[in-house]
């Protein structure tokens, strides 16, 4: 048994990172879905299509878990997959499988609140979250927030081309004016800069130093990794049921093009790294 990871390219990588520092023990199975990317301008129906068949892919290659390392999947298809598909593929495989998101827990280091003290923050400072067009259409981080801390303003800004240049492996020079733009307009449009600022994209994370150098220092960022290989190491110890394997054992999957990942990737990855095709 594996924990499979998921994303439509390298961005989900930036999570995968953490998960396995988190786990080291722990067997890993990352699939990209290149052959796709980018999904942040796909529609809704399309994203859950294509997520399904990648969590499917996972869990035919002994996944128990598929950790969505995407907020656009997570956004669109998280709920979907786990309440229309999932009980029955459990039950056609004869096993427990199960999929978990990155959003939630994402919030949680955002507003300092859990779901279990819902509505607990007086807060009134204004979050900006930096996400693909799909992410920002489904209004999943306004709708997550106003549960946990109503009084915290969120404003979203869409970044529509910022994954796709970061999986093309554009060069840091094009990446700094891109997100200087996003930046310029999300404080335009807040009126002064975000008190508190989500990379709500896992591509983001893989620049997340010139997201820094754009935002002035009084804006804190909020990063998805580590609070998500958390909820991942929570998740597996309340459910035994759900196998992660004690190999150490990795493992990099593409529906696209197979071999070296650009250099961005590898720098990241701070090694080289190789995708067999799924
Ligand atoms: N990295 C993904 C996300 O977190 C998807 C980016 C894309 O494919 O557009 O939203």
């Known amino acids: 048994m594996s924990i499979g990871v998921f994303d439509s390219g390298i961005g989900g990588l930036s999570v995968h990172r953490a998960l ?19 999904y942040g301008g796909l529609s809704g129906e399309r994203i859950v299509e294509l997520t399904r068949a990648g969590a499917e892919r996972l869990f035919d290659r ?25 009980p029955d593929y459990r039950e056609a495989i004869g096993r427990p499988v199960n999929l978990l998101g990155l959003i939630v827990p994402t919030i949680e280091a955002a507003t300092g609140v859990a779901w279990a003290e819902e509505g607990a923050s007086e807060s009134a400072d204004v979050v900006g979250v930096f996400s693909t067009p799909g992410t920002t259409a489904s209004r999943v981080y306004e709708i997550e927030t106003a549960k ?15 994954a796709r240049m970061i999986e093309a492996g554009a060069t840091r020079e094009s990446l700094r004016r891109e997100i200087g733009e996003q930046v310029e307009a999300l404080t ?48 597996l110890e309340t459910h035994p049921e759900y196998e992660a394997g004690k190999s150490g054992e990795r493992c990099f999957l593409t529906t696209g093009r197979p071999g070296e990942q650009n250099a961005l990737a590898a720098a990241f990855w701070a090694a080289p790294l190789r995708f067999e095709a799924a």
């Open 20 to 38: 396995v520092s988190r786990l080291p023990e722990a067997d890993f199975t990352y699939l990209a879905d290149q052959a796709h990317a980018p």
């Open 62 to 86: 002994g996944a128990s878990l598929v950790v969505l390392a995407c907020n656009t999947a997570s956004a669109h298809a998280l709920r979907r997959l786990q309440q229309t598909w999932l």
């Open 148 to 162: 946990r801390a109503p009084n915290l303003r969120l404003v979203s800004q869409p970044c529509h081309d910022l």
């Open 188 to 235: 335009l449009r807040i009126g002064r800069p975000p008190d508190r600022a989500i990379l709500g994209c896992t591509h983001y994370e893989l620049v997340a130093d010139l997201f820094r150098e754009a935002l002035p220092p009084t804006t804190a960022l909020i990063h998805q990794p580590g609070p998500t290989a958390e909820a991942l190491a929570r998740y």
